[in-house]
């Protein structure tokens, strides 16, 4: 293995790693201040639920694309 595949293999962890803990940082605060909101005005229940659920979408979106970039960057070796 050269130097340079080694380099796309820690980018590779590197792209996947991080999008996928910030993703989970993000999902996790997210959920705590929905369901705070929710004991708080339990009438806004549903559409602090809507909100939520659309918010996990996207930040599941941005997991997805840490997917991708480690799959390009595998091609690449």
Known sequence: MSIAQGLIAI?????IGLSTIGVGIGQGLAAAKALEGMARQPE???????VMILAMGFMEALAIYGLVIAFMLIAKI
């Open 11 to 15: 980018g590779v962890a590197l792209a």
């Open 44 to 50: 806004m229940k549903s559409q602090l639920q809507g």
